[in-house]
């Protein structure tokens, strides 16, 4: 089982739906990265977040705690957030990111 | 926000030549960087982990002879893909760490891929 889990792999929407990502993890962390990816290549860092809400746009990202458990979610979505979204996390104490295996999420016109 | 630049962008080459990947951060002082192995449809995997005037250290199964890691100031670090293969293609992503203590950012590079004909 992967330290950090993220679900769904692929996720296929039509414009305007609310999106949902999920990440589990199961290591003690500092904080959560949630990173997007574009077709390209290159990597956004999204949110960094060790507790509670954060908000930017249309992205709203969330942090249990306890539960272990962060949600990054997009709201009216638009086919320009078509991407992979990554959430990571460094170990307590450390630097270096365990990395979700990422969700594809697609937005159809 | 803080960015990070790599250069170059895209490079191919011939088999058995060097390359290097240059990564800087160009608003902020860096003490750590890290260096990043992407193959297609997966996710990123740790290289190393780069600081400032000392050695880097390198996750296992990277061969340290192979990719020469360099990081001559707070700003700078540079990868060098030693005799490259095909097998060496990739996308290689450097990041760039902003703060201690814990709440440290993680600032990506927009990437580099490397093409090994």
């Known amino acids: 089982k992967n330290e950090v889990e993220q679900s769904p792999q692929n996720l296929t929407a039509q414009e305007g739906e609310f999106i949902t990502i999920n990440c589990s993890y199961s290591?003690?962390?500092?904080?959560l990265h949630w990173l997007q990816q574009h077709p390209g290549g290159g990597i956004v860092s999204l949110f960094m977040?060790?507790?509670g809400k954060k908000k930017h746009g249309r992205l709203i990202a969330t942090i249990n705690i306890q539960e272990k458990h962060s949600s990054l979610h997009i709201t009216a979505s638009h086919p320009r957030d078509s991407a992979v979204y990554i959430c990571?996390?460094?170990?307590?104490?450390?630097?270096?990111?365990?990395f979700g295996q990422g969700t594809r999420l697609t937005i159809n016109p | 926000g803080a960015v990070v630049s790599q250069h170059p962008s895209r490079v191919i080459c011939k088999s058995g030549t060097s390359v290097k990947i240059e990564c800087r951060s160009l608003d902020f002082q860096a003490t750590t960087m890290f260096w990043y192995r992407q193959f297609p449809k997966q996710s990123l995997m740790l290289m190393a982990t780069s600081n400032e005037g000392s050695k880097a250290t390198y996750e296992q199964g990277v061969e340290k002879d192979k990719f020469l890691i360099n990081h001559a100031s707070l700003t700078l670090s540079t990868l060098t893909v030693t005799s490259a293969h095909p097998e060496d293609s990739s996308f290689y992503i450097c990041?760039?760490?902003?703060?201690?203590?814990?709440?440290?950012?993680?600032?990506f590079g927009p990437g580099t891929r490397l093409l090994v004909l």
């Open positions: 977040l060790s507790s």
């Open positions: 990041s760039a760490t902003l703060g201690t203590g814990g709440q440290e950012t993680q600032y």
């Open positions: 990571a996390a460094p170990r307590k104490g450390a630097q270096k990111l365990v």
């Open positions: 290591v003690g962390i500092s904080a």
